[in-house]
């Protein structure tokens, strides 16, 4: 499956990050002790040859008689994975900002025109999926159809994130979740003393966060 085997991958690469003092503050504002790197398997051919054929086949599985005509990368950190992407299904590659640079209908989209055309949009992470509505608002504005977005890894763990894809109109096709960190076995599973710190969190992050210096509560979902 290809949870167990992206869940794998961060852990060979080190993405997998456990902190047992000072924790992270993700970018949403959330705080958790745990922190994945999607970019440490950017540097490793191996790795990302791997990821990029898992996600390749979850793309080729899972669209049917509708697939995407081109793939758009969010800025940054999927610009990378779109481009590698869009190169094993041989597909268009664009890139979306977070906001609009420029001027135009496209002031958002780099790479070539979207309009018309079904386009999947691909980042490395997700949290709660804020940065998700300006990227796909990015593609729509630009005359793309935007059904799903696809990440390497998904925090499944806190508030918004299904609520923004219900009102974004996406669906999330994600590598990999916590759980399949958690399920991984043999020479790439996580400490015992890494697992019980994430396992603690994982019960309660909203409460760990507010208890740790992060966000407390969720911040309704924009549009």
């Known amino acids: 499956m290809s949870g167990a085997a992206m869940a794998r991958l961060l852990l060979e690469g080190g993405a997998v990050q456990v902190s047992h003092g000072q924790p992270f503050i993700?970018?949403?504002?959330?705080?958790?002790?745990?922190?994945?790197?999607?970019?440490?398997?950017?540097?490793?051919?191996?790795?990302r040859r791997a990821a990029?054929?898992?996600?390749?086949?979850?793309?080729?599985?899972?669209?049917?008689?509708?697939?995407?005509?081109?793939?758009?990368?969010?800025?940054t950190a999927g610009i990378p994975w779109a481009a590698w992407l869009a190169e094993a299904l041989d597909l268009p590659l664009r890139y979306v900002r977070k906001r609009p640079l420029g001027i135009g209908r496209n002031?958002?989209?780099?790479?070539?025109?979207?309009?018309?055309?079904?386009?999947?949009?691909?980042?490395?992470?997700?949290?709660?999926?804020?940065?998700?509505?300006?990227?796909?608002?990015?593609?729509?504005?630009?005359?793309?159809?935007?059904?799903?977005?696809?990440?390497?890894?998904?925090?499944?763990?806190?508030?918004?994130?299904?609520?923004?894809?219900?009102?974004?109109?996406?669906?999330?096709?994600?590598?990999?979740?916590?759980?399949?960190?958690?399920?991984?076995?043999?020479?790439?599973?996580l400490p015992d003393a890494d697992r019980a710190v994430l396992e603690r969190f994982l019960a309660d992050p909203i409460g760990w966060s507010a208890a740790h210096g992060g966000r407390a509560t969720m911040l309704k979902p924009a549009l």
């Open 26 to 47: 993700l970018a949403a504002g959330w705080a958790s002790p745990a922190y994945i790197d999607c970019r440490l398997l950017i540097g490793d051919a191996r790795l």
């Open 52 to 75: 990029t054929a898992l996600a390749a086949e979850a793309i080729r599985a899972g669209f049917g008689d509708a697939p995407p005509e081109a793939v758009a990368g969010a800025e």
């Open 107 to 189: 002031a958002q989209v780099e790479g070539g025109p979207v309009e018309g055309m079904r386009v999947l949009l691909v980042d490395d992470l997700m949290t709660d999926g804020g940065s998700k509505v300006a990227f796909t608002r990015g593609l729509r504005s630009g005359g793309a159809t935007v059904t799903h977005a696809l990440c390497l890894f998904h925090h499944g763990t806190f508030p918004g994130g299904a609520e923004r894809m219900e009102k974004l109109g996406l669906t999330l096709v994600s590598l990999a979740s916590w759980r399949d960190v958690l399920a991984a076995d043999g020479a790439c599973a």
